[in-house]
């Protein structure tokens, strides 16, 4: 008889087992294929363009005025020897994307430095270094010696 087929001869031979080896598991066998990524990075770009950013506020004129008098309030109370202990919300552009994110900060002056225009906090610990804000980028300020500017009528 002829063969219509190729491989009808081995069609139907039992599959073969290593007598040396043992059998591979499903998981096993999935694992060697995981290492390949056809498009390196397309995670990563997914989640940073994911990633959420926030506009930064503009303050109005009268808004920076009175920043400005709370910071005039602090630079007198550092000129006296105090380390007024100050919260302020700020604004921390994003080094990848449009945008960025606020923050508050609560801690006690060291310094206002008006050539940089930074406030210069004093270190919570030995181990940590000076927290520096830019004052460009605060939109609060509140502390027990300025708070009294916000019920002001400007």
């Known amino acids: 008889m002829e063969n219509t087929h190729r491989y009808d001869d081995i069609k139907y031979l039992p599959h073969h087992q290593s007598s040396t080896r043992s059998h591979m598991s499903l998981h096993d066998r999935a694992a060697q294929f995981a290492p390949f990524a056809a498009l390196t990075g397309y995670e990563d770009m997914l989640q940073e363009e994911a990633r959420l950013t926030q506009r930064e506020i503009e303050l109005s004129e009268a808004e920076k005025q009175r920043l400005d008098r709370k910071l005039a309030m602090i630079s007198e109370r550092l000129s006296a020897g105090d380390r007024p ?20 900060y609560t801690g006690a002056i060291r310094k206002l430095n008006a050539f940089q225009r930074k406030l210069v906090f004093e270190p919570v610990s030995p ?7 830019e004052v460009d980028r605060i939109v609060e300020l509140h502390g027990d010696s300025v708070d009294e500017l916000d019920t002001c009528v400007l």
């Not at 202990?85 to 508050?104: A, L, M, N, T």
């Not at 181990?127 to 804000?133: G, L, T």
Request: hydrophobic share 35%.
């Open 127 to 133: 181990a940590e270094s000076m927290k520096e804000i």
């Open 85 to 104: 202990i100050i919260r302020v919300r700020f604004f921390v552009p994003d080094e990848r994307k449009s945008g960025g994110r606020y923050e508050e």
